[in-house]
T-cell receptor
Framework: EDKVVQSPLSLVVHEGDTVTLNCSYE??????LLWYKQEKKAPTFLFML????IEKKSGRLSSILDKKELFSILNITATQTGDSAIYLC??????????FGTGTRLQVFP | NAGVTQTPKFRILKIGQSMTLQCTQD?????MYWYRQDPGMGLKLIYY???????DKGEVPNGYNVSRSTTEDFPLRLELAAPSQTSVYFC???????????FGQGTRLTVV
């Protein structure tokens, strides 16, 4: 069965900490992996990864994909309270399939 | 710059009632999607469309119907609402399958 698993489910940290969120997948004919941030309402796009080993970076956020081990990580350095959100991972596979993971809820306290 | 617009934002339905969730996008995207998100869960794909006149089922299509008569609009119809359809519904669009998706602000639906 095709699946996407995110871990941890929930994470509580203090401002300034560095966090690593994980997304592992088991799908046929992998095409790409996307990360989204969901605050109060709609998810917003962070990264799309298609190739192994190439880090995508945006400010304090970075992400990398390992297609051999079938996972991706999302790193957030020097966390701020504004980073508090649910982080969703989605995997695109075959020609017309897409699955979201259940998300990691990150809470950053001052 | 409107992006993806969903209406209504909130709705309460009685069991057995019907309603249509409206979604429109102004980015000329061919791909449009409807998702539902239950508490503590990720997004589940209900239906999607790859262009006007073409729709297809996602993971959880039962109890829903869609149409795509124009590039801009992708309404989701609930017939005979059931408590299991209580959820937050998101419409999204993208320029390609699996590309960066732009989401509407969501519709919180409660069926009682």
């Amino acid at each position: 069965e095709d699946k996407v698993v995110q871990s941890p489910l929930s994470l509580v940290v203090h401002e300034g900490d560095t966090v690593t969120l994980n997304c592992s997948y088991e799908v046929t004919n992998f095409r790409s992996l996307l990360w989204y941030k969901q605050e109060k309402k709609a998810p917003t796009f962070l990264f799309m990864l298609t190739s192994s080993g190439i880090e995508k970076k945006s400010g304090r956020l970075s992400s990398i994909l390992d297609k051999k081990e079938l996972f991706s990580i999302l790193n957030i350095t020097a966390t701020q309270t504004g980073d508090s959100a649910i982080y969703l991972c989605a995997v695109v596979y075959n020609t017309d399939k897409l699955i979201f993971g259940t998300g990691t809820r990150l809470q950053v306290f001052p | 710059n409107a992006g993806v617009t969903q209406t209504p934002k909130f709705r309460i339905l009685k069991i057995g009632q019907s309603m249509t969730l409206q979604c429109t996008q102004d980015m000329n995207h061919n791909y449009m999607y409807w998702y539902r998100q239950d508490p503590g869960m990720g997004l589940k794909l209900i239906y999607y469309s790859v262009g006007a006149g073409i729709t297809d089922k996602g993971e959880v299509p039962n109890g829903y119907n869609v149409s795509r008569s124009t590039t801009e609009d992708f309404p989701l119809r609930l017939e005979l609402a059931a408590p299991s359809q209580t959820s937050v519904y998101f419409c999204a669009s993208s320029y390609g399958w699996g590309a960066e998706a732009f989401f509407g602000q969501g519709t919180r639906l409660t069926v009682v």
